[in-house]
């Protein structure tokens, strides 16, 4: 609807709103304090992961002559910094049979036995555009970014074949590639992502979002999916890489910090997108790209944030499509398909959940961007029931939030018992509905196998950090 829901800035050429989106659909639609399903949440803390495109692996450096990008990268950031990263190789490039060398291929296996590193591909040449029409092919001049002789394009083997190299040939034993991540144009037909679906290969990439004061539109957040046809879709990033922040890579070379501001503005007022930290390899060229990651990096984890790995989003996205909501009675409501995607949001002034009367409902939290209710994986249907005006809530401990994938939490008479699941390696869980005061006492393989004492606030909620996957038992003294 153009000249009537959007303009287009005369000066800067982006599209703005006239009209709020948020309230327009939320009126049309008659959807106010409808639960919604929201994946950029996991146990009320935004959503947060990193991946990393393979672009100049091989490549040259300002920082150490002797080293490729790759190994820069891996001893300045990957080795350094506690947080999941699933790092790409393009198989073209390192593979000894096509351009590559058994150097280059070593470091990759050096980078992939990473604890904190997931495995993916790049494709097998680096395709610049998958849609032979792309109106994008005039930017580039060939289609693939490695010129090898009598190659033509074959998508299995950019996908399918490439994914199962780094699997076979650089992954650690107890450790798979299932990733892949789009190229160039990032334009995959349907065919190309069905192949990925039906191969169980979580593939990501495009949807470029900036949303800063050189981008200052909500124009500039994409969506989280792109529709190829009913039922599939590709996936989207969080936020931009350092590509786009950098002109193409031409400088200023540490303009990869300024992500930082659009990270800022999808996530307040309104938790628009998860926290997606996405870069190249060729930063390792220049100490300005490596110290813009730092900074990124030191900003994010300053952040309340539940670190995951990108296959989690991915799947997490995947199956928020697929979720369904029902009003089963007056403030009941059932969440069906929910699968990955754990959340659900309401507005922040919503009546609480009444734990006793919800099925498959760990928790929730209140915060200024809404109240999150957190879902209890591995199971398919959920039921949520808010309290009424009037009714005097006496809620047993419950999840108020978590840095982690929460498999079971389970309150009985004196004891909460939980198995948590965390990408980083220490993560923090906070327990609501406690007596204000109570002192409690945490053990299991969570803490270490110690013995931990902790007392609950004045607001009755009690913390935990410093914690490691596993399980965890609480007694209330």
Known sequence: MPDYAYWEDPLSFQHKWYIDPFAFLSR???????????????NGLRVAFSHVDADGFSGTNQIDRKKVCAEIMRDAIFKTIDFPISYSVIQAEIDPAVQGSEHLMNVARSIMELDNIEPASHTFSHPFFWDPESSQKDRYDDRFAFDIPGYKFDAFKEIVNSVEFVTDELCPDGKSCRLLFWSGACDPLAEHQQMANENGILAINGGDTLWDPAHDSLFGVAPLIRPLRPGLNQIHIGQANDNILTNLWRGPFNGYRNIIETMKRTGSPRRLKPIDIYYHTFTAEKVAGIEALKEVYAWVL???IAPVWTSFWIRSVMDWTNVRVSQAGPGSYLVENYGACLSVRLEKESPEPDLSKCENVLGFDVQPEGMYVHLAPEATRARLVLSKPGDTLKQTPYLKTASGIVRSFKAATGVIQAKLEFAKSQGRISIGGLRPGARL????VAVGGK????????????????LSSGELEIRLQ
């Open 441 to 444: 006492q945490a053990e299991g």
């Open 28 to 42: 049309t639609l008659d959807i106010k304090n409808t639960p919604i399903p929201d994946p950029t949440t996991l």
């Open 302 to 304: 300053s952040q309340p």
């Open 451 to 466: 013995r931990l004492w902790l007392v609950a606030d004045e607001r009755g909620i009690g913390d935990l950090s410093g």
